[in-house]
Structure formats: C-alpha cells, structure tokens
C-alpha cells in the first residue's frame, strides 16, 4: 500500500513512517520541516499541506492512504497560525482525498476533546460531544479540525475515513503536550487537586495509527494505553517535584520561575481528569499496549536522570 503521512518529520510522524516500511509499505511523506536522516525507502516532499506543492503529491503520487499528523498541538502558536493548520490544513487534504482518490483515511486526534470539568463522567465514550470547547478554549480549533475530518464519514463515503483520539503521548523523545507540562525539574498542580492521568507509550501509539490502518476502520474511536494515574504518581514516578499551587494563583506562576508555560484554560486538566473508554478500538483492533503504566514513566524519565 501507498502511504502519505503529512506531518511526517514529527516524532510520532517518523515512529509511524518507520512501522509502516516493516510493513512493507511504500511510505510519502509532507512536512514543512526536514528530516535529514529519513530513511532511504521514504519519498519525503517539504511543502505546507495548505500549498499547491502538496496537492501536487496527490496528484502525481496517487497514495492508496493517507495519515494526517500535520496538526499544531503546542498551544505557544498565535491562535490565527494554529486555526489556519489545524482547521484549513485539515480541510485541505480531506479535499485532496476525495479530489484525487484516496481510499483511506487516518486523522490522528487528541482525547481531551472531551473536556475537563468537575461533573464530567469517568470514561468518556466516542459519542460525547467536545465539550473541551467551553472548558478549554485554547483547543476549539483541533476540536474543530477533529469534528471536520469526522464529517468526512457522510460528506466523502467513498473514503474510509477513521478519528483516533489518543490518550496523552509519553516516552523517551519527550515530545507532546504531556511532555512539556513534564519537562522541568519542578511540576505545577492545583492544591487540592489530584486527577488521574492517562497516556500511552508512543511506540504503541505509532503502532495503534498503522493497526487503524491496515484493519481499514471506518469511525470515530478512543486509543488508550495502560490504566491511568494519579497526577501525583505521574510526577513522581517520572522524577520530578510536585509544586502545589492556590487555585488563584497558578495562571500567574505558570510560565515562570522554570515551570511550563500553560494557557489559562488548562487549569481544568490540572484539576479534573479527562480518562477515555478505548474498549471500541480494542474490541476492532485487538489492540493491547506493548507498555505498562510504569515502563512507560520510566521511559520518559530515564531520557535525563538529572531530576532522579
């Protein structure tokens, strides 16, 4: 099968592209930035997903599938930049897709769709509405961009086209939302406040978007890993130094004094959960995670000992 990944200079883009030529898949890839050391058997074109360059990879190439990983999820990008890739980025290759005959699509989602709020359920299921709309601002254009791939289901039927909302990503590469939350020394929480978190190794997430792909799912489907944890636990078991801080207080500590930068909206997932049921994508998949709870922490944390 031919593939195209945009997005494929990201970490999560290459561990994908890297599952797929094990797979003996022929792999294209479109990113605006370089992967100097891509592998020989990937055809990489450096083109913004939005430009005519890109579309020209469609056009020429004619891949059987693509997986669509050129969303912005680092929330230090001017809302305008991130609105213009999450949400035209996202409406232009589904275009290209039904324009030039794609037969499969994989758009690679974020669970905290869903939302953070006190009266929000345990598990949130696929057919919950974004609720992260009103309770996190700062995401309404990846939730518009997820909620727009997902209408492709009726708008382009011919295209198999399948929503995974992934649970946080976490491992060595130290890449992704939960990984800058977790990057200092010293970690920022709301006092008074310990949500349980939930990620998943990014090996077996690479492993879960291919496994999406080669069992031709169609739907909106959770993907989670091990069980989730105390945001205390997670600290800790990643070496790092939990801070408390009054409610009040913590939008004006964050972002200095060595602790991560956050938007005022992520102050709810810092104080209630945002736990997913992934039971559908198993139950069509017979996804299990190749990593635990703990070898996933440890993964992370043993990329720098410093803070052990």
């Known amino acids: 099968m031919k593939v195209l990944i945009t997005g494929i200079s990201s970490r ?78 996202t409406r232009t290759i589904i275009e290209h897709c039904a324009t030039y005959g794609v037969g499969q699509a994989v758009f690679v989602g974020r669970h905290t769709y869903y939302g953070a709020d006190a009266e929000s359920p345990l598990y949130h299921t696929e057919a919950e509405p974004p609720m992260a709309v009103t309770t996190y601002p700062e995401l309404a254009d990846l939730v518009a961009a997820d909620l727009f791939a997902g209408s492709a289901l009726w708008r382009v039927p011919e295209l198999d086209t399948v929503v995974l909302r992934m649970a946080y990503l976490l491992g060595p590469s130290r890449a992704g939302t939960l990984a800058a939350y977790l990057g200092g020394q010293r970690v920022p929480t709301v006092l008074g406040f310990d949500p349980l978190f939930q990620f998943i190794h990014e090996k077996d997430a690479a492993r879960a978007i291919v496994l999406a792909l080669s069992k031709r799912l169609r739907g909106v489907f959770n993907v989670t890993g091990p069980p989730p944890v105390p945001l205390s636990l997670l600290i800790k078991a990643t070496g790092r130094k939990n801070l408390p801080v009054l409610e009040p207080f913590f939008n004006g500590f964050t972002g200095r004094f060595g602790l991560p930068s956050l938007p005022p909206g992520a102050v709810n997932h810092v104080k209630y959960p945002v736990v997913v049921d992934g039971a559908a994508f198993r139950e069509a998949t017979g996804f299990e995670p190749d990593f635990d709870e703990i070898q996933t922490m440890e993964a992370f944390a043993a990329v720098d000992d410093r803070w052990r």
């Open 12 to 89: 999560l883009g290459r561990m994908v592209a890297l599952e797929l030529l094990d797979g003996d898949h022929q792999v294209l890839g479109i990113d605006r930035r370089h992967w100097p050391d891509a592998p020989s058997g990937i055809e990489m074109v450096r083109a913004d997903i939005r430009k005519r360059p890109a579309e020209d990879v469609f056009r020429k190439s004619r891949p059987d599938a693509v997986i669509h990983l050129a969303t912005v999820t680092h929330l230090s990008r001017r809302t305008e930049d991130r609105q213009r890739i999450n949400l035209v980025g």
